[in-house]
């Protein structure tokens, strides 16, 4: 590692931090990702004061993070927070690291029930709680509702619902198996989805530090969309929808359990902004 300077500036601070993970061949924009969070700072005022002395206090947390980050932890982990479709989230290794791809899940509902006042909502497998969370965040008079099989991942997502004052309901449940009987207008999940023969692809930060429960599944990633496929249907209110993520070479996979399951329903699959197909929309058209 690079020399670390004594008294640096804001600046300084940021170029050996940059440096440091330049070095170790990881992303650089952890550096100011991380200097940003424990500063509090905005981009403007960390701009402003790119030549005023770090304090001690701060530059010895900021090495100690930007240490941990080299070695391969996930720098919101370190920071304990990430950001999520305009939220703050506390996030832990019980939960996933909320993506960008799963913004655009968010977005995809937002846009389609855009004029849709009252909408009863469950996010299943909803980790640190980002999607119930920015549906509730967006649209205020849904009633939205909140699962996941992790007490643990229930327990970050509370406290995120507490410190954004959002009223969601939570419910520990394997799918299905514990809900009550409730139909609901849009069900959305981002579930496990990882084959565990992708393993030694994956990035290792990802590999050794997020939680495996919320990466893996069986036959080559599909088990829970399988068990989506099978029981979806009896949850869902007339015209209700169901969204879903899944990795960006499963979609044809997903979109054949969806039709064959369901073949009344309105399947339709969605790009992601890199051009990969990444999530895919039920449209229940049977009637009670």
């Known amino acids: ?170 419910m520990q449940s394997d799918l299905f198996a514990t809900l009550p009987a409730t139909k609901y207008d849009v069900i959305v999940s981002n579930p496990p989805y990882i084959a565990t023969s992708e393993t030694t692809v994956m990035d290792a930060s990802v590999r050794d530090y997020e939680p495996q429960t919320a990466l893996f599944a069986a036959h080559d990633g599909l088990a829970i969309y399988e068990r989506l496929a099978a029981t979806v249907a009896d949850h869902l209110s007339p015209n209700g929808r169901l969204y879903l993520e899944f990795g960006y070479h499963q979609g044809p996979a997903v979109q054949q359990l969806f039709e064959q399951a369901l073949p009344q329903a309105e399947v339709t699959l969605r790009q992601d902004m890199a051009g990969h197909d990444r999530m895919l929309r039920v449209i229940n058209t049977k009637k009670d």
Do not use: H
């Not at 700072?41 to 030549?51: A, G, I, M, N, W």
């Open 1 to 170: 590692m690079t020399k670390r300077p004594s008294q640096p500036t804001y600046f300084e601070a940021q170029q050996w931090a940059s440096f440091c993970l330049k070095t170790a061949q990881l992303p650089t924009d952890a550096a100011r990702f991380l200097l940003l969070g424990l500063t509090k700072f905005d981009q403007t005022q960390l701009l402003v004061r790119y030549q005023e002395q770090v304090p001690a206090t701060t530059w010895t947390a900021f090495q100690v993070a930007i240490d941990r980050v080299v070695a391969g932890e996930p720098a919101q982990y370190v920071l304990g927070t990430a950001p999520f479709y305009g939220l703050e989230l506390s996030v832990n290794p019980a939960v996933l690291i909320p993506r960008v791809e799963t913004e655009e899940l968010v977005d995809w509902i937002l846009t389609d029930l855009a004029t849709t006042t009252t909408a009863n909502v469950l996010d299943i497998g909803t980790g640190s709680g980002a999607i119930a969370l920015a549906l509730k965040q967006n649209q205020p008079t849904w009633s939205v509702s909140a699962s996941d099989i992790s007490t643990a991942a229930l327990t970050v997502a509370q406290q995120n619902a507490a410190a954004l004052k959002l009223s969601v309901t939570f």
